[in-house]
T-cell receptor, first 116, second 108 residues
Framework: EAQVTQNPRYLITVTGKKLTVTCSQNMNHEYMSWYRQDPGLGLRQIYYSMNVEVTDKGDVPEGYKVSRKEKRNFPLILESPSPNQTSLYFC???????????????FGPGTRLTVT | KNEVEQSPQNLTAQEGEFITINCSYSVGISALHWLQQHPGGGIVSLFMLSSGKKKHGRLIATINIQEKHSSLHITASHPRDSAVYICAVVEYGNKLVFGAGTILRVKS
C-alpha cells in the first residue's frame, strides 16, 4: 500500500530535550516536505527536499533541522524544542522533483507534539 | 491579507444538501489542490486542478484561472463528508500556500 508514515504519532516532551520525528514514504517520491498546522494559521511549510541531499527552508524553518540521506526518509529534528513548537506536524511527499505542487500530495497521519 | 482565502470558514448542512466551498487567491498560480482533513487529523488529496473542472463521485471541483477562483461542490451531502476542506495553491516558483480551511458539518 502506498503510504507516508510518521513516528511518533503523539509526543509530549520538555523544553530543550532534543527529539526527532521520522517520516518515510514507499512510493519512490523525489519531493518531500514538512508542515506544521496551528489553529487559525493553517498549514505552513517548515522544510522541503527536492531529492536526496537537497533540502531547503520553507516559511517557518527556525528551530528545526532536516536531512535527506535516503530517498524514502526525511526526518524532522528539533534540537532544543520550545513551547512555541507545540503543534500538529505533517510530512508529505509527491512524485515531482521540479514542481512542488503539480502532482498529488500524499500526507502522513500527523504527529501531535506538545512541548512543556 | 492572506494569499488564499476560503469561504465560508464554517458550514453546517443537512444531509442531502448541495454544498459549495469557495477559494480565492491573489497570486499567479500553476495549479490548485483541494484537500480533506478528517476529525482524526489525516489529510487526503481530493483534486489537483490547473484548469476547468474535475469530478470524482459526489465531489466536483472547478477553477477559473482568470478570476483567480476555485469552488468545491459536494452533491447529496452525507454526515461522513464532515471534515475540514483545505484549498492550497501552487505559486509560480513552486511554493505551496494553504488556505485556513473550511469546517464542514453535515447533520443527519
Amino acid at each position: 500500500e502506498a503510504q507516508v508514515t510518521q513516528n511518533p504519532r503523539y509526543l509530549i516532551t520538555v523544553t530543550g530535550k532534543k527529539l526527532t520525528v521520522t517520516c518515510s514514504q514507499n512510493m519512490n517520491h523525489e519531493y518531500m516536505s514538512w508542515y506544521r498546522q496551528d489553529p487559525g494559521l493553517g498549514l505552513r511549510q517548515i522544510y522541503y527536499s527536492m531529492n536526496v541531499e537537497v533540502t531547503d527552508k520553507g516559511d517557518v524553518p527556525e528551530g528545526y533541522k532536516v536531512s535527506r540521506k535516503e530517498k524514502r526518509n526525511f526526518p524532522l529534528i528539533l534540537e532544543s524544542p520550545s513551547p512555541n513548537q507545540t503543534s500538529l506536524y505533517f510530512c508529505a511527499s509527491s512524485l515531482s522533483r521540479t514542481f512542488e505542487g503539480a502532482y498529488e500530495q500524499y500526507f502522513g497521519p500527523g504527529t501531535r507534539l506538545t512541548v512543556t | 491579507k492572506n494569499e488564499v482565502e476560503q469561504s465560508p470558514q464554517n458550514l453546517t448542512a443537512q444531509e442531502g444538501e448541495f454544498i459549495t466551498i469557495n477559494c480565492s487567491y491573489s497570486v499567479g498560480i500553476s495549479a490548485l489542490h483541494w484537500l480533506q482533513q478528517h476529525p482524526g487529523g489525516g489529510i487526503v488529496s481530493l483534486f489537483m486542478l490547473s484548469s476547468g473542472k474535475k469530478k470524482h463521485g459526489r465531489l466536483i471541483a472547478t477553477i477559473n484561472i482568470q478570476e483567480k477562483h476555485s469552488s468545491l461542490h459536494i452533491t447529496a451531502s452525507h454526515p461522513r463528508d464532515s471534515a475540514v476542506y483545505i484549498c492550497a495553491v501552487v505559486e509560480y516558483g513552486n511554493k505551496l500556500v494553504f488556505g485556513a480551511g473550511t469546517i464542514l458539518r453535515v447533520k443527519s
